[in-house]
């Protein structure tokens, strides 16, 4: 069974970097089937893919073009686990934040418990 | 992008009866290479994540009641809960994992009337 879990913190002032970590129990980051992806929700923008990344070989990252200039996800294999870092954040950021497991080519399977980022002076 | 949008909004059914919610894509996210939509259906309630009920557009997820199910093919698709139970009050979104990037539904609150 595999297990996300979701750390970082909640609250932050505009300008600032979120930086959230999601460690994978059950299965690995290096999964040459899975990727690992990070999705947020909030009531202005509905659930918002944005982005993965994923080991095929080589590492891969996808990135929604929303946030393509801000956005770094990177897996840290020593620890089992991926990070989202989001730069100069804004109001607009504020959102649940979600970890989740894509298996194969499929849906995304499993999900972190979230996160609610808070950005605000 | 594609687009996935459902209808209605929100839902008021009564207990035991059918409730319907229909998504549709801007495109179509059947892949010709092994015939399969690629269209997911999950629930929500407060405080969590989503849950997935339905994959490939109509494949029961493990531990899902036989009550729910999804049709469909193409560009329109529909989850159908046939016989409304208490525990079903969520809300609802499907979601398209054809292309990136991945994309929702903006949702559908079903309720008890």
């Known amino acids: 069974q595999v297990h996300l879990q979701q750390s970082g913190p909640g609250l932050m002032k505009p300008s600032q970097t979120l930086s959230l970590t999601c460690a994978i129990s059950g299965d690995s980051v290096s999964s040459s089937s899975a990727s690992w992806n990070w999705i947020r929700q909030s009531p202005s923008r509905g659930l918002e893919w944005l982005g993965r990344t994923y080991y095929r070989s080589k590492w891969y990252n996808d990135y929604a073009v929303s946030v393509k200039s801000r956005i770094t996800i990177n897996p840290d294999t020593s620890k089992n686990q991926f990070s989202l870092q989001l730069n100069s954040v804004t109001p607009e950021d504020t959102a649940v934040y979600y970890c989740?497991?894509?298996?194969?080519?499929?849906?995304?399977?499993?999900w972190g418990q979230g996160t609610l980022v808070t950005v605000s002076s | 992008d594609i687009v996935m949008t459902q209808s209605p909004d929100s839902l008021a059914v009564s207990l035991g009866e059918r409730a319907t919610i229909n998504c549709k894509s801007s495109q179509s996210v059947l892949h010709s290479s092994n015939n399969k939509n690629y269209l997911a259906w999950y629930q929500q309630k407060p405080g969590q994540p989503p849950k997935v009920l339905i994959y490939w557009a109509s494949t029961r997820e493990s531990g899902v009641p036989d009550r729910i199910g999804g049709s469909g093919s193409g560009t329109d698709f529909t989850l159908t809960i046939s016989s409304l139970q208490a525990e079903d009050v969520a809300v609802y979104y499907c979601h398209q994992y054809y292309s990136v990037p991945f994309t929702f539904g903006q949702g559908t609150k079903l309720e008890i009337k």
């Open positions: 989740a497991r894509r298996g194969g080519y499929q849906h995304f399977d499993y």
